[in-house]
């Protein structure tokens, strides 16, 4: 019922910003418990997890990429946005963005990676 989709340039040029959005559909993103996420694959690095937003507005990021990271919502398009800064041709990848819930198991807590959009290509290249 859930469905996510990425829009955003595919061609971005190295020391430029990436940004994509990822429009949800069949749920809103502001439904307790569950974290909207941006995750990305490339051949040399395969799924990468790249951050997320809760329900609740926090975000969180791969230490990696969190100077040059940050996710937004827009609640009222039942949109989040990815920007990533200072890209270079390494940043090339296939971008998903992903929805799953946050669950509690005794008091260790479990992400899940529930609902995938179909993922965009952005190539950084000049």
């Known amino acids: 019922q859930v469905q996510l989709r990425e829009s955003g340039p595919g061609l971005v040029k190295p020391s430029q910003t990436l940004s994509l959005i990822c429009t949800v559909s069949?749920?809103?993103?502001?439904?307790?418990?569950?974290?909207w996420s941006w995750i990305r694959q490339s051949p040399g690095k395969g799924l990468e997890w790249m951050g997320d937003?809760?329900?609740?507005?926090?975000?969180y990021y791969r230490p990696s990429l969190k100077s040059r990271t940050s996710i937004s919502r827009d609640t009222s398009k039942n949109q989040f946005a990815l920007q990533l800064s200072s890209v270079t041709p390494e940043d090339t990848a296939v971008y998903y963005c992903?929805?799953?819930?946050?669950?509690?198991?005794?008091?260790?807590?479990?992400?899940?990676?529930?609902?995938w959009g179909q993922g965009t290509l952005v190539t950084v290249s000049s």
């Open positions: 992903v929805g799953g819930e946050y669950r509690r198991s005794g008091a260790i807590g479990y992400r899940y990676f529930e609902v």
């Open positions: 069949g749920g809103s993103i502001t439904t307790a418990y569950y974290y």
């Open positions: 937003i809760a329900y609740s507005g926090s975000t």
